[in-house]
């Protein structure tokens, strides 16, 4: 992890234990007491020319209940992760969605935590179609 993914990450941690504390007689829907901060990045691999880096890896934040972060679409990316519970595996949004067959790797990553336990998913992609059609909002 970089330094500046850790840094964010550690100030995304701190702002979620500065909130105000809850009382027992609060209402928290199950599952939501515990934090969700969650690091996705894309990397696209060039193959004209291995020897020359690709462009650097895009990188957001998102948090879940309550949505925000960095991700441009945080209220629908969190939709579509409470559906599966944050395991970013189960995802297949649009599989009858037609890609073309160019082949431009796109690798998704996802680190963090969901609801208070510990995430990790990482799949390459043939191209950045088939990853928009299988994890939706998540990573577009």
């Known amino acids: 992890m970089s330094m500046r993914m850790f840094t964010i990450t550690l100030l995304a941690c701190a702002a979620l234990t500065a909130a105000s504390p809850v009382s027992a007689s609060d209402e928290t829907p199950p599952g939501k007491g515990a934090g969700t901060v969650l690091q996705l990045s894309i990397t696209v691999q060039t193959l004209n020319a291995p020897s020359i880096p690709g462009p650097a890896p895009r990188g957001v934040t998102l948090t879940c209940d309550p949505d925000a972060g960095t991700h441009p679409t945080a209220k629908s990316a969190c939709d579509l992760l409470r559906s599966v519970n944050g395991n970013a595996a189960a995802l297949n949004v649009d599989p009858n969605a037609m890609c073309t067959t ?13 609801r208070g336990r510990p995430v990790s998913y990482e799949k390459i992609f043939g191209n950045r179609c ?9 990573f577009a």
Do not use: D, F, S
């Open 130 to 138: 088939e990853m928009i059609k299988t994890l939706g909002a998540v």
């Open 102 to 114: 160019e082949y431009i790797p796109n690798t998704a990553r996802l680190t963090g935590q969901w």
